[in-house]
């Protein structure tokens, strides 16, 4: 079964830097978008950034110009560069591709804790 990792989160003071990975069990180089998604406790999971295959991205506005993804298809692996973090954007962090119907299993997700 197709499987999502996540990975490279973790407890960051506010201004912190971290950077996170997703890996796919199978090629991702068809996945017209692939996208990093979050949920915070009591909030439903939300959109934070895409990826086009032909390398163009959407970021949601709580994260423009502090959050930057990537793809490397020849890893099947999608990566979110956060920087500048705040205390909103502690949650846990998924990836899958968007909309979320290429891999019907989410993965375990990665946890992010920004300190004020």
């Known amino acids: 079964q197709v499987q999502l990792v996540e990975s490279g989160g973790g407890l960051v003071q506010a201004g912190g830097s971290l950077r996170l990975s997703c890996t796919a069990s199978e090629s991702i180089s068809r996945i017209v978008a692939m996208a990093w998604y979050r949920q915070a406790p009591g909030k439903e999971r939300e959109l934070v950034a895409s990826i086009f295959s032909r390398g163009g991205t959407n970021y949601a506005d709580s994260v423009k110009g502090r959050f930057s993804i990537s793809r490397d298809n020849t890893k099947n692996t999608i990566y979110l560069q956060m920087n500048s973090l705040k205390p909103e954007d502690t949650a846990v962090y998924y990836c899958?591709?968007?909309?979320?119907?290429?891999?019907?299993?989410w993965g375990q997700g990665t946890q992010v804790t920004v300190s004020s």
């Open positions: 899958n591709s968007n909309p979320p119907t290429v891999f019907p299993r």
